[in-house]
């Protein structure tokens, strides 16, 4: 549980330095923006690292029973979820205009979609750490002013589209890509 919990700590803790009014003060230690983004993106990548790894190697310790017949609702929360995760990555969307963030809100659902479904004590902490992390940036970054460019509604449309797949492929190969697979009976 540890190397899960540091994995944590170096990736999302580095996400927070702006909301706890480090970012500025870290830039100007380092000298350059640049180095800045460099150690950002190290701490982030080690952090990604020990989290897959230290989920794998945590013990398994129940905390609740989630319920089996309930798991539709990890299921739909996953549909708009994984949307919302391509809306942040493509631009000038709708989804992107209206939300600002739709990346952060979507990685809320996830979450929470996760933990829904599962409920050992290594799940429970990787995924309420990405729900609360997310909401809390969702929430904090809400006021940023919107983009200037004008939403097209091509992207809209490759958003919904590549969500949709995205959630089809997961779907189908989520044993294969995490070493749990998705029961729909």
Known sequence: MLLLST????????HLW????LRSSLIKQVASESTYKIIFSLMSLAGLILIVYGKAQAPFVM????????????????LPALILVMAGNLPMSHFRIRLRHPMLLGTCLWGLAHLWANGDLASMLLFGSFALWAGLKFFTLRKEPRPPKS??????VL???????????IFIFHGQLFGVGISVA
């Open 7 to 14: 994995g944590l700590i170096l990736f999302l803790f580095p």
């Open 18 to 21: 702006r909301e706890f009014g």
């Open 63 to 78: 905390i609740w029973e989630p319920l089996f017949e309930w798991r539709w609702l990890s299921h739909l929360l996953m």
């Open 151 to 156: 939403p097209k509604f091509v992207w809209d």
């Open 159 to 169: 958003v919904l589209v590549s969500g949709l797949l995205l959630y089809g492929l």
